[in-house]
């Protein structure tokens, strides 16, 4: 039997793209053979997207339409989306038809094997200065700082299986790192050339403070990465660093004092070789109190520190694919 499929499509005043986003989607996905659901997230619209996306449930059985109170961001809306769809494979994409519809018969053939089929806007259609060039910066940082190499991570244009995501939580501008995130607990991730289209309607969402915001959530992202399971390796090093260069400071400086009689009260390396030490104590106390954090975060809620992809037990008679699922099954046993 076909896999079924599940777009998601997060929604921000998108009226006038949403008829022909509709139209294109219906004609693709009736040319194949896979059930489907298309899930619109509505991230509080102010301009009738919301109104149209309620007749348009009414009168389509494959429209799921979730409404958010205000509007909460992209990586919210992803998130309400990936919740709220039941298909075996989950593809995103944008409201604006910049992403080509056609393109999703490729993502579906092309996730055969894998775990997620990223998009690459390979000719992009949009001004150099002011959009692609921050593009080509800030995916060459990500690819380097996250060891995940993509050449287009702000594409929304991807699939994914849904066991990849549904255990991953999303929150800032997190939802453009999930190949990564996903690539540390063993995903497979092919990246594919898609077709991108100019912008036809409406002004873009992206500006200045996105680019900010996606900055401080890859610092986010790569302590997670490293650190998330042992934040004292994080601290510990620098603390220790910090507080043997203070210490020796300090011991000189008493040296000076105690044998040779010079006046070290004015001198501004006492204030540095006492401020390192303090610095020094403190970034190890921080490192300790990550640790408890940690501790009480896996303990508490039960969340494992490892991902298994499959489980075989000859008298379970299948194979597992989810550890939540496992449990389960475990339990009933």
Known sequence: MPESISIVIPVYNEVE?????????????????????????????RDGSLKYLEELAERDSHIVVVSFRRNFGQTAAMAAGFEYSKGDVIITMDADL????????????????????SGWRKNRKDPFLSRKLPSLIANWIISKVTGVSLHDY??????????????????????????????????????????HHPRRFGTSKYGISRTV???????????????????????????????????????????????????IGNRPLLLLGVLLMILGVQAIVMGLLGEMLARIY????????????????????????????????????
């Not at 990849?164 to 050339?193: D, T």
């Not at 990465?225 to 090093?237: K, L």
């Not at 379970?316 to 475990?330: F, H, M, Q, S």
């Open 17 to 45: 793209s949403l008829p022909r986003l509709y139209e294109a989607i219906k004609d693709v996905m009736e040319g194949l053979d896979n059930p489907y659901e298309i899930v619109l997230v509505d991230d509080g619209s």
């Open 98 to 117: 910049q992403n080509d519809p056609t393109d999703i018969p490729m993502m579906i053939e092309m996730i055969k094997g894998k775990d997620i089929v």
């Open 213 to 263: 915001r996606v900055v401080l959530d890859l610092i986010t992202v790569r302590f997670l990465q490293s650190f998330s399971t042992r934040p004292i390796h994080a601290f510990g090093p620098p603390g220790l660093l910090m507080g043997f260069v203070g210490f020796m400071i300090s011991l000189y400086l008493s040296y000076e004092k105690i044998i040779h009689g010079v006046q």
């Open 154 to 195: 702000g594409c929304t244009l991807k699939a994914y299986r849904r066991e990849v995501v549904e255990n991953i939580k999303l929150y800032g501008e997190m939802h453009r790192f999930i190949p990564a995130i996903a690539s540390w607990v063993g995903a497979e991730i092919v990246e594919v050339p898609t077709k």
């Open 298 to 333: 896996h303990e508490s809620q039960d969340k494992p520190i490892f991902v298994v992809k499959k489980v075989f037990r000859q008298d379970i008679g299948e194979v597992l694919t989810n550890i939540t699922e496992a449990d389960k099954k475990l339990r009933d046993k």
